[in-house]
């Protein structure tokens, strides 16, 4: 075999990464179409009735988008007041030490855990403690998925937090302090001003994952059509639905599942493509 | 010059101190709940019937717990199908991945490895559970049945981002001297790549690959328009088959058999976490 | 040496990294007011090491382990807290580095922000007119104040930190190789600068440039090996020094 073959078998390897993102956009909007061409894109994605009684066939992916954007949204509220301190335990204040790297090795495990033993934790531990609470009467909904997704979502946004915290040059550190500020001054105009970009990308990244969490969210958010109420009633998000009812879907519910999982592709591959750029620039 | 309050600026630093180490220390909370929650209960299920027997059927189980006793049976229909859907996806993936990888870290400048780059970002963080539903379009619709050829597919795509990035990411960090001492000596391009500089990357390659199998292993949404699930052990990969995951899934949504989710999910947590620890402590070892 | 009430004493001072080896060992000196006193030796001599201790830069660092006094007119700064030994000793590093984010304006009142002191519109450009014209950096960048510091050339950057240093109005200005980085001409730019601020403020600078310490310093010190081998006036070292060592280093036979 001589090198040009070669050359040829590497590209065609590298070829089917864009067949496969097109084949995946391609089989989408394909089976979307249906949908859309029913229903029309607009009034598909602001309707908030989803009836699949034959004769009242209506669907629409208003409630589904909404508990996708509010669970997300809940869960990056919860998640930053534990993924930020993990960054500066990790990243300044016990930087390189043994501690910071058992605080690693336990966010990595947490990274680690499967999404459905996330689901089982969160409905036969967390659900009775919400329940308990009285916060909701079944204890499912959009707040206890979105508990659950937040400590899913810590060690992503910590650990590459952590990184760019750990990239202040130290010169700059010890330039403030020999001005006289507290290790608490120096975080909060030296360290995160110059680190701010790349830990505000490591966030986007953990909201990318939060969007298209399924098996957690599909256990956790109640399963219900409706609009939600309030962020504790239940509803469904869009990685949920899909989850639920792609298996016992056909005609023009099976392509407005596709069509949810479309714009679900879409969002989740802008919101990761914007990420990588800002996180490529923070870099330099 | 005006007046600097110390005494008000050192409690702030000290709050934030305290804060952090608190913060951060709550964060093993979960896992240690998560952890213990899971062990405890899935223990008393381990034995050898568990990781050699099938799913009992839901009249089996019944009986049993009216009884009260322990369920029959176990999840080896799962542990086949992991195992099979695995390695079919690991067969493609790997020397796809590698030589993709290969090619974005040769080509790095071009145009057409930056697009592929990014396509493989983009494909990294695409919810699992629409590589199910395009995986049934594409295999099982025009298959007309579930099988474990479709789950390998499924599992086949998430695992491919994974190793190009490990590949890509372990070459660029070889010395360029690498390269060029190999060419000098007469070498030919496909030569120094295959036997100087792939074998220098094993290392790297190697645990991203663990990272990737560690990844996928536990995913239940691509597999369940995918494989399905079957009660019995199969080896036919054009059938509906099991996984370890599904297997989970259905305990959690049968009644009757709710006794022998922790079991499973133990086994499953163990599998998991001691790739993913092994990978790092090898990455770690391999880069000092 | 001996001066009526020095500004900075040293007395006794040892700072080791590491429970075996120390990399200052006893240094004891006192520092006139208001005049340039240079640190001299090969490089891992421990300069460094001790000028640093003098803004507790150490205690940043817990693997370091420093004993002895260092005295501020008296006062003993390892009774006294960081925040205000630091305001009152400033320092110099030896790479510029203005804060990235920051623009010259913002850089120079760093030491009132990050003390969290408020100031008026019109202190602050004050402050700000009145150290950037200490440094001679003033008519170079009165017009681009807003620009960030790191647009600079490499010797207005290390103007714009000892501007920034001198906005606190410490007594002291630590300075450790601050011309290191830089090339002859800003260098030169530098030591003149340096001349002039003595009259506000006492210099300790470290250099392992003899020239320049024998351009610019009243007194110099030399040590070896963590050793003050020997302290006197400038002149009076470079023309007759007293031991072997310093000898050796200043004609060029060591480091």
């Known amino acids: 075999m001589n090198d040009r073959i070669f050359k040829i078998i590497l590209f065609l390897a590298a070829l089917v990464m864009p067949v496969v993102c097109g084949g995946i956009v391609y089989a989408l909007a394909n089976d979307a179409y249906d949908a859309f061409n029913h229903f029309g894109f607009i009034n598909f994605i602001t309707s908030d009735e989803w009836n699949y009684t034959q004769g009242n066939e209506h669907y629409g992916a208003l409630p589904f988008i909404t508990g996708t954007l509010l669970t997300t949204l809940l869960a990056l509220v919860f998640c930053i007041p534990f993924s930020l301190p993990v960054s500066l335990f990790v990243g300044e204040y016990f930087k390189g030490k043994k501690i910071a790297s058992i605080l690693s090795t336990v966010t990595d495990l947490l990274a680690g855990i499967p999404s459905i033993i996330y689901g089982l934790w969160g409905f036969y531990t967390l659900r009775p403690i919400i329940m308990s609470l009285n916060i909701s009467p079944q204890g499912s909904g959009i707040l206890t998925a979105s508990l659950v997704l937040a400590i899913m979502i810590v060690p992503y946004a910590a650990s590459l937090s952590a990184e760019f915290i750990k990239m202040v040059p130290d010169e700059l550190k010890e330039g403030a302090y020999s001005l006289g500020a507290t290790r608490a001054e120096v975080i909060r105009k030296v360290i995160f001003p110059i680190a701010g970009s790349g830990v505000f990308s490591s966030y986007i990244l953990a909201i990318g994952r939060a969007l298209g969490e399924t098996m957690t969210v599909t256990m956790l958010i109640g399963n219900t059509n409706q609009l939600p109420a309030s962020i504790t009633s239940t509803g469904n998000s869009m990685a949920s639905i899909i989850a639920n009812q792609f298996g016992e879907a056909d005609g023009l519910r099976f392509s407005s599942l596709i069509a949810i999982g479309l714009i679900l592709f879409l969002i989740t591959a802008i919101i990761n493509v914007v990420g990588k750029v800002l996180i490529k620039r923070a870099r330099i | 010059m005006k007046k600097i309050y110390i005494k008000h600026r050192l409690l702030k630093d000290k709050l934030l101190f305290v804060m952090v180490s608190l913060l951060s220390a709550l964060t093993a909370v979960p896992l240690l709940a998560i952890l213990g929650e899971v062990l405890i209960k899935g223990y008393d299920q381990f034995s050898w019937a568990f990781f050699t027997e099938p799913t009992p059927t839901a009249y089996k189980a019944m009986k049993a717990v009216a009884a009260g006793e322990l369920i029959p049976g176990g999840i080896a229909n799962g542990i086949v199908g992991t195992l099979i859907m695995l390695g079919m996806a690991s067969l493609f993936a790997l020397p796809i991945g590698i030589m993709c990888g290969i090619y974005l870290a040769e080509n790095s400048k071009k145009k057409f490895a930056y697009i592929v780059s990014y396509i493989t970002d983009l494909l990294q963080g695409t919810p699992s559970v629409i590589i199910g539903i395009v995986t049934y379009i594409w295999v099982v619709v025009p298959m007309k049945g579930y099988s474990a050829i479709a789950g390998s597919v499924a599992l086949f795509i998430m695992m491919l981002p994974l190793i190009i990035r490990s590949t890509e990411e372990t070459m660029k960090i070889l010395p360029s001297s690498l390269k060029e001492a190999g060419l000098a000596l007469g070498g030919n391009y496909m030569r120094v790549v295959t036997k100087v500089q792939l074998p220098a990357a094993f290392g790297g390659i190697f645990t991203g690959t663990l990272l990737a199998i560690s990844r996928v292993i536990g995913e239940t949404a691509p597999l369940m328009f995918t494989a399905l699930g079957c009660s019995i052990i199969r080896w036919d990969i054009d059938k509906p088959i099991s996984a370890v995951p599904l297997l989970i899934w259905e305990f959690f949504n049968d009644p009757n058999l709710q006794d022998l989710i922790w079991g499973a999910s133990l086994f499953l947590l163990v599998f998991v976490l001691t790739l993913n620890l092994t990978a790092k402590k090898l990455a770690k070892k391999w880069n000092s | ?255």
């Open chain 3, 1 to 255: 040496m001996e001066f009526v009430k020095p500004v900075l004493e040293f007395d006794k001072v040892c700072v080791s990294y590491t429970k075996q080896t120390m990399a200052v060992k006893y240094v004891s000196a006192a520092i006139e007011r208001n005049s340039i006193t240079a640190i001299m030796g090969p490089s891992g001599c421990g300069k460094s090491t001790l000028l640093r201790a003098a803004n507790l830069m150490h205690n940043l660092y817990p693997n370091i382990h420093v004993n002895g006094d260092i005295l501020l007119n008296g006062e003993n700064i390892f009774q006294m807290h960081p925040i205000d030994v630091r305001r009152r000793i400033g320092m110099v590093f030896q790479r510029p580095a203005p804060f990235p984010t920051m623009s010259i304006y913002e850089n120079v009142l760093a030491g009132f922000t990050l003390n969290g002191i408020n100031l008026s519109k019109s202190e602050k450009e004050e402050v700000v007119e009145n150290c950037l014209k200490s440094v001679s950096l003033w008519n170079e960048v009165k017009d681009v104040l807003n620009k960030k510091g790191t647009f600079l050339s490499g010797g207005q950057q290390q103007r714009l930190c000892i501007a920034r240093a001198l906005a606190l109005k410490p007594e002291v200005l630590l300075m450790d190789e601050p011309t290191s980085a830089l090339d002859p001409i800003a260098s030169k730019h530098i030591e003149e600068l340096l001349l002039q601020l003595k009259k506000d403020v006492t210099i300790l600078i470290v250099t392992h440039n003899m020239g320049q310490a024998r351009r610019i310093s009243d007194h110099s010190m030399f040590m070896y090996l963590g050793e003050l081998v020997e302290y006197d006036n400038t002149l009076k070292m470079f023309e007759n020094p007293f031991d072997e060592r310093t000898k050796a280093y200043l004609t060029g036979k060591m480091g």
